[in-house]
């Protein structure tokens, strides 16, 4: 079964600096990853996916994520942190080997950018 | 483009008492999804559509919880008898489903945030 895990509840960074967004999943074939971040009060709005090719994927707002196939992980970045990137981020995964339709979201994680 | 419209914003009602949730998604769109999302966690698939026909329904509480899209367009989702642990938002999303077995991402409302007194 597909699963997926943000290890951590918050990030704290200062403004200015690098922010990184841990993601790690488990599928049983190929896996389709994507970042979402929701504002309060709001949905969730796509920011980037990974299907197939370059394992470094650009997004939104400045955003890009690293595929990497050997530890499972799907980590968000941001070279440069604001502090109106403090919102709640999800990775989502989906299995592509079962031929299923779901979409699982993790817990999420946020982000406090400090000026 | 118009984005996925949700409504009502905000339902208080009492527990044993229904209640009904509409989705209009983004025109074109095939796949509508509708996700439970608690407080402090993600957001977890109630149902998903594909046109009109249900696609996967593996976590919808049947007995309480019924979903309908009729014409393939416009969804509502309902809860009767309401309980306490059914306080969310309940999300409503679209999607362009598959291109090229490539999964399209999905677009999401901004939901309706449902409190049980």
Do not use: M
């Not at chain 1, 599928?27 to 197939?52: A, D, E, M």
């Not at chain 2, 608690?38 to 919808?60: A, E, R, T």
């Amino acid at each position: 079964a597909q699963s997926v895990a943000q290890p951590e509840d918050q990030v704290n960074v200062a403004e200015g600096n690098p922010l990184t967004v841990k993601c790690t999943y488990s599928v049983s074939g190929n896996p389709y990853l994507f970042w979402y971040v929701q504002y309060p009060n709001r949905g969730l709005q796509f920011l980037l996916k990974y299907i197939t090719g370059d394992n470094l994927v650009k997004g939104s707002y400045g955003f890009e994520a690293e595929f990497n196939k050997s530890q499972t992980s799907f980590h968000l970045k941001k070279p440069s942190a604001l502090v109106s990137d403090s919102a709640l981020y999800f990775c989502a995964v989906r299995d592509g080997a079962t031929g299923g339709f779901k979409t699982i979201f993790g817990a999420g994680t946020r982000p406090f950018v400090k000026a | 483009e118009a984005g996925v419209a949700q409504s009502p914003r905000y339902k208080i009602i009492e527990k044993r008492q229904s209640v009904a949730f509409w989705c209009n998604p983004i025109s074109g769109h095939a796949t509508l999804y509708w996700y439970q999302q608690i407080l402090g966690q993600g957001p977890k698939l109630l149902i998903q559509f594909q046109n009109n026909g249900v696609v996967d329904d593996s976590q919808l509480p049947k007995d309480r919880f019924s979903a309908e899209r009729l014409k393939g367009v416009d969804s509502t989702l309902k809860i009767q008898p309401a309980k306490l642990e059914d306080s969310a938002v309940y999300l409503c999303a679209s999607s362009l489903g598959s291109r090229g077995g490539s999964p399209q991402p999905q677009h999401f409302g901004d939901g309706t945030r449902l409190s049980i007194l």
